[in-house]
């Protein structure tokens, strides 16, 4: 399994003490977070066979989502593009 670098993101961990870091890496191997900090303690790339740079966006490791419509699989790549109003007025509203 691949082992995955997110560096340079703004970091809102879910830890117990809630930390953010504001430029932040999540290290993940194969479908295990295993390392979140900031980026004086983000291990070296080498050794990440993929690393994405989240420079400009949220890392929110460790949420889940828990509001997700069980039925909303059955139309999962049909609409890849639309807008989340587009998507749901003109496709999934018409289909449900």
């Known amino acids: 399994m691949a082992r995955t670098l997110i560096a340079n993101g703004y970091v809102v961990s879910v830890d117990p003490s809630r930390n953010i870091f504001p430029n932040g890496f999540v290290a993940i191997d194969g479908f295990d977070i295993v390392a979140v900090g900031a ?27 828990m509001h997700q419509h069980h039925w909303y699989t059955l139309f999962k790549g049909l609409a890849d593009g639309y ?5 749901v007025a003109n496709f999934l509203l018409p289909l449900a």
Not at 43 to 51: Q, T
Not at 83 to 87: A, H, M
């Open 39 to 65: 980026a004086a303690q983000m291990p070296p790339r080498v050794g990440f066979e993929k690393v994405i740079d989240a420079d400009g966006c949220i890392g929110l490791p460790g949420l889940i989502n």
């Open 83 to 87: 807008l989340l109003e587009d998507w």
